[in-house]
C-alpha cells in the first residue's frame, strides 16, 4: 500500500500527542488497537522493544523478514519529501552509499545523478529489479562491509531508530564517509508499544545531537522528520589506534556546511 509519509506524520502525532500517556502505554488499549490493524503479525510488534536487544543478527534480521512491512503506515518511502530534496540538494561528490536503502526510492532517486550503492539488513529483490542501476549488497549499518573512507557522500535516512548498537552504528557511517555524512531520522516520542520497529528515539533536537555528538557547524533542522548533515574534511592521528584499519579518525569540518 502506498501511503505518503504526510499521512503516516499525522497518524503518528495522533497516537502519541493525543492518547495520554497512562494509557498510550497500556498494553491492553494498544494491543487492541494493532491486533485490529495489524492481525496476526501484531505480536512481532508488541514484544519486539523488549526483546530487540537480546536478539542476535540473524533473529533480528529474521523479524524484519516475518513482518514484511505489514504496518498500515508503511509506503513506499519513510522519507517525506521535503527530508528526500534536502538530501538531494545535499549530495557531495560522484559516490553515495545509503546504509538501510528499504524499498530503494532514495537510492533509485539519487543513481540519476550519482554512483549508488545501497545497502539494507534485509534487501527487498523487487528494489533491486526495479532499480538496476543502484549496485545493493546485503549489510548491517553496524558492521558495514567497506573499507574507510570509500564514498564521498553516505545516506542514512530512517534507519538508526532501528539498530541494536546506535553508537556503532554512527561510527560506521561517519568511518566509510570521505565528504559528507547526512541523517534522517524520525521526531518521534519514546512508547513502549507502536506501529514500528523502533527501538531509538529523538523527539528533541538534544536527543539527537546526544547521540551524534555536537559539532558546531553540523545542520539539523526539523522537515517534518529530523534532517542531519555534517562535513567530513580533516584527519586527525588517533593514538589510542581504535579508528578501524584506518590510522586516522575524522573530525567535522571547520567550515559552515552549504
Same mark, same amino acid.
Given at each position: 500500500m502506498?501511503?505518503?509519509?504526510s499521512?503516516s506524520l499525522a497518524?503518528?502525532?495522533?497516537l502519541?500527542?493525543?492518547?495520554?500517556?497512562?494509557?498510550r502505554?497500556?498494553?491492553?488499549?494498544?494491543?487492541g488497537?494493532?491486533?485490529? &490493524?495489524?492481525?496476526?503479525?501484531a505480536?512481532?510488534?508488541l514484544?519486539?522493544?523488549?526483546?530487540a536487544f537480546?536478539?542476535?543478527?540473524?533473529?533480528f534480521a529474521?523479524?524484519?523478514?516475518?513482518?514484511?512491512?505489514?504496518?498500515?503506515?508503511?509506503?513506499? @518511502?519513510d522519507?517525506?519529501?521535503r527530508?528526500?530534496?534536502?538530501?538531494?540538494e545535499n549530495?557531495?561528490?560522484?559516490?553515495?552509499?545509503?546504509?538501510?536503502?528499504?524499498?530503494?526510492?532514495?537510492?533509485?532517486?539519487m543513481?540519476?545523478?550519482?554512483?549508488?550503492?545501497?545497502t539494507?539488513? &534485509?534487501?527487498d529483490?523487487s528494489?533491486?529489479?526495479?532499480?538496476?542501476?543502484?549496485d545493493f549488497t546485503?549489510?548491517?549499518?553496524?558492521?558495514?562491509?567497506?573499507?574507510?573512507?570509500?564514498?564521498? @557522500?553516505?545516506v542514512c535516512?530512517?534507519?538508526l531508530?532501528h539498530?541494536q548498537n546506535l553508537?556503532?552504528?554512527i561510527?560506521?557511517?561517519?568511518r566509510?564517509a570521505?565528504?559528507?555524512?547526512?541523517?534522517?531520522?524520525p521526531?518521534?516520542?519514546?512508547?513502549?508499544y507502536?506501529f514500528?520497529?523502533?527501538?531509538?528515539?529523538?523527539?528533541? @533536537?538534544?536527543?539527537?545531537?546526544?547521540?551524534?555528538?555536537y559539532?558546531?557547524?553540523a545542520?539539523?533542522?526539523n522537515?517534518g522528520?529530523w534532517y542531519y548533515?555534517?562535513?567530513?574534511?580533516?584527519? @586527525?592521528?588517533?593514538p589510542?589506534?581504535?579508528?578501524g584499519?584506518?590510522?586516522?579518525?575524522r573530525?567535522?569540518?571547520?567550515?559552515q556546511?552549504?
Open positions: 502506498n501511503i505518503p509519509r499521512f497518524a503518528q502525532y495522533v502519541d500527542q493525543w492518547i495520554p500517556p497512562a494509557l502505554d497500556t498494553k491492553w488499549v494498544m494491543g488497537l494493532m491486533r485490529i &490493524v495489524l492481525g496476526r503479525n505480536r512481532h510488534y514484544d519486539f522493544k523488549n526483546q537480546a536478539l542476535s543478527d540473524p533473529e529474521d523479524v524484519y523478514c516475518q513482518i514484511n512491512d505489514a504496518s498500515p503506515l508503511q509506503g513506499e @518511502t522519507l517525506n519529501e527530508c528526500a530534496e534536502k538530501i538531494l549530495l557531495r561528490g560522484a559516490t553515495v552509499l545509503e546504509a538501510g536503502c528499504g524499498r530503494g526510492y532514495l537510492a533509485g532517486r543513481a540519476r545523478t550519482h554512483e549508488v550503492t545501497a539494507d539488513i &534485509v534487501l529483490e528494489a533491486v529489479a526495479r532499480y538496476p542501476d543502484v546485503a549489510a548491517n549499518v553496524e558492521a558495514l562491509p567497506f573499507p574507510d573512507r570509500s564514498f564521498d @557522500t553516505v535516512t530512517h534507519t531508530e539498530v553508537q556503532q552504528a561510527g560506521e557511517l561517519r566509510v570521505r565528504e559528507r555524512v547526512i541523517i534522517v531520522v521526531r518521534q516520542r519514546p512508547y513502549k507502536g514500528n520497529l523502533h527501538i531509538h528515539f529523538f523527539p528533541y @533536537t538534544w536527543s539527537l545531537q546526544g547521540y551524534l555528538g559539532r558546531e557547524n545542520v539539523i533542522c522537515l522528520d548533515h555534517e562535513d567530513v574534511e580533516q584527519l @586527525t592521528p588517533d589510542t589506534g581504535s579508528a584499519n584506518n590510522e586516522n579518525v573530525i567535522a569540518s571547520a567550515r556546511p552549504a
